[in-house]
Structure formats: structure tokens, C-alpha cells
T-cell receptor, first 112, second 113 residues
Framework: DAKTTQPTSMDCAEGRAANLPCNHSTISGNEYVYWYRQIHSQGPQYIIHGLKNNETNEMASLIITEDRKSSTLILPHATLRDTAVYYC?????????????FGKGTTLSVSS | EAQVTQNPRYLITVTGKKLTVTCSQN?????MSWYRQDPGLGLRQIYYSMNVEVTDKGDVPEGYKVSRKEKRNFPLILESPSPNQTSLYFCASRRTRSSYEQYFGPGTRLTVT
């Protein structure tokens, strides 16, 4: 299983871009990178996913390096409501199903 | 509104008293799963179901049972709860096993004394 490494915590000023890094050096060619976030004790929320190309949706952008060993989630204009734990997940496949393995994530604190 | 609902949201019970946490989704999703979240351990999958009458163990299935008799419902059963099952539980669903986006319920905080 490909493992991910994220910083434990990050701070960001409201209105600025938040750039959350993730290392996944053992990712295999058919594994996707997913990002979820969890606002204090609520259910995790899907943000975005990607394989090779950079991706953008209404919530965020995902930048994946060419060698796919790392990626960055970008929240272009962080707000106080973006304060949450952000999980970078590499999708693993097992015999009968596909589990999302949540690590410890990065706690992002957005302040005014 | 597309959602996953769980009940109860909070539960305090005693060791050995059987309980069921219900989970329901209104998106006609095939795949449903249960996770528990504990401080320092992150989210761990308990059981999952790829469709009606198809369930399988996740990473931490001991002490839990599930059933999938209808597509929308996926209850989590603790036949004889113990204090080490005190945790925050999340139900989740996605359209199929290979879908990218997973929807999580609001969580059930269980305390077993």
C-alpha cells in the first residue's frame, strides 16, 4: 500500500491561499490521490482527486508532480470555515473492495 | 438532499447491552461502509458492503456485525459492547466500489461504560 506523509499542522491567514503538501513516494501507476477534509468531529468531506494531471473544482485545486511522488492541495482563498483536518489518501485496492485509508492528516488553522 | 443519516447521534450504554446504530442513504449507492475514529489512530474501516446481501470485513471487524438487507440501509450491530468500543462511528456510502467520491454521515459518538 502506498503511504502518505503530511505535515501535522499548518496555519493560513483568511483570504490567502492555503497550500497543503503530501508525499506519496511509493504510489503505483494506477493509484489515485484523494483529498478529504474533516471539520471538527463531523463526517469527512470529499474535496478532489487526481491521477496524473492537475485538477480543479469549485472547492480546490490539486497539483500532482510529474513523477507523482507528491501533490499539493490548494485552497485559493481560505476562509475561517476551511479550518479542518485535511487528509491526503492514496487509493488502495484489495481483493474484494476498495478501502480509503485515512492517516493523521494536516490540521489547517485559518485565522483572521 | 443527498445525504447519509445515522442514528442515534450520541449513545451511552453499559457493557454487554446489545445495540444497533442505523445508517441510511438516499442516493441509491451500492457501496456502504462503517468506520470508527479514535484519537491518534485516524479512521479505520470496520465493515463494508458492495451491494445488498454482500458484506465483508474491514480492518477492525472484531466485536461488530452488519447486515445489508436493503440497498439504502446498513446497520452496525454491537452484540455485546465493551469499553474498547467507545469511539466515534461514521457510516459512508459511494455509488459503486470504484467511485471516487465517498459521502459520510454525521457520526455517532458511542460511550460504553
Amino acid at each position: 500500500d502506498a503511504k502518505t506523509t503530511q505535515p501535522t499542522s499548518m496555519d493560513c491567514a483568511e483570504g490567502r491561499a492555503a497550500n497543503l503538501p503530501c508525499n506519496h513516494s511509493t504510489i503505483s501507476g494506477n493509484e489515485y490521490v484523494y483529498w478529504y477534509r474533516q471539520i471538527h468531529s463531523q463526517g469527512p468531506q470529499y474535496i478532489i482527486h487526481g491521477l496524473k494531471n492537475n485538477e480543479t473544482n469549485e472547492m480546490a485545486s490539486l497539483i500532482i508532480t510529474e513523477d507523482r511522488k507528491s501533490s499539493t492541495l490548494i485552497l485559493p482563498h481560505a476562509t475561517l470555515r476551511d479550518t479542518a483536518v485535511y487528509y491526503c489518501i492514496v487509493r488502495v485496492a484489495n481483493q474484494a473492495g476498495t478501502a480509503l485509508i485515512f492517516g493523521k492528516g494536516t490540521t489547517l488553522s485559518v485565522s483572521s | 438532499e443527498a445525504q447519509v443519516t445515522q442514528n442515534p447521534r450520541y449513545l451511552i450504554t453499559v457493557t454487554g447491552k446489545k445495540l444497533t446504530v442505523t445508517c441510511s442513504q438516499n442516493m441509491n449507492h451500492e457501496y456502504m461502509s462503517w468506520y470508527r475514529q479514535d484519537p491518534g489512530l485516524g479512521l479505520r474501516q470496520i465493515y463494508y458492503s458492495m451491494n445488498v446481501e454482500v458484506t465483508d470485513k474491514g480492518d477492525v471487524p472484531e466485536g461488530y456485525k452488519v447486515s445489508r438487507k436493503e440497498k439504502r440501509n446498513f446497520p452496525l450491530i454491537l452484540e455485546s459492547p465493551s469499553p474498547n468500543q467507545t469511539s466515534l462511528y461514521f457510516c459512508a456510502s459511494r455509488r459503486t466500489r470504484s467511485s471516487y467520491e465517498q459521502y459520510f454521515g454525521p457520526g455517532t459518538r458511542l460511550t460504553v461504560t
